[in-house]
């Protein structure tokens, strides 16, 4: 058997292995433009505060948060898992926030369950407002 590169002095075949996993990690993250240490697009507009319709909302599923507009110039965020059995939520209509999983469903001002089979409400979400732009965190 011919081996095509010595692996260094006092190095076991664990220390090898794990190195190799270590730098196989570090490429698949260098792939998806990421370290695994931050969150992506943290600080960067969610949305402008005209996407979102007074007396309603839209989902983000990408970031699994909901965001709605109870009254005119008040944004709220919940997390867009629903608490009954962590489907996303799909929809916000009629003023509620809709789990297409088993119909529950959550009010737009403060995510408290109006239907259940949930029993708990949506947690909410930081969200802060910049001239037209909503921004999560």
Same mark, same amino acid.
């Given at each position: 058997?011919t &081996?095509?590169?010595p692996?260094?002095?006092?190095?076991?075949?664990?220390?090898?292995?794990a190195?190799?996993?270590?730098?196989s990690?570090?490429?698949?993250?260098?792939?998806?433009?990421?370290?695994?240490?931050?969150?992506?697009?943290?600080?960067e507009?969610?949305a402008?505060?005209?996407?979102?319709p007074v007396?309603?909302g839209?989902?983000?599923?990408?970031r699994k @948060?909901?965001?709605?507009q109870?009254?005119?110039?008040?944004f709220?965020?919940?997390?867009? @898992?629903c !608490? &009954?059995?962590?489907?996303?939520?799909?929809?916000v209509?009629?003023?509620?926030?809709?789990c297409?999983?088993?119909?529950?469903?959550?009010?737009?001002e403060?995510?408290?369950?109006?239907?259940?089979?949930? !029993?708990?409400?949506?947690p909410?979400?930081?969200?802060?407002v910049?001239?037209?732009?909503? !921004?999560?965190?």
């Open positions: 058997m &081996h095509s590169s692996a260094p002095a006092g190095a076991t075949r664990r220390t090898v292995v190195t190799a996993g270590v730098a990690l570090a490429a698949v993250l260098a792939a998806c433009g990421g370290s695994g240490g931050e969150k992506k697009g943290e600080s507009a969610l402008r505060t005209a996407d979102i007396g309603g839209k989902v983000f599923p990408d @948060v909901v965001v709605t109870p009254t005119k110039g008040q709220k965020a919940f997390s867009a @898992v !608490t &009954h059995q962590g489907c996303l939520v799909k929809e209509t009629n003023g509620t926030i809709v297409p999983c088993h119909g529950s469903t959550f009010s737009i403060d995510g408290s369950v109006r239907k259940d089979p949930a !029993t708990k409400p949506l909410p979400e930081q969200i802060s910049s001239g037209d732009s909503l !921004t999560l965190g």
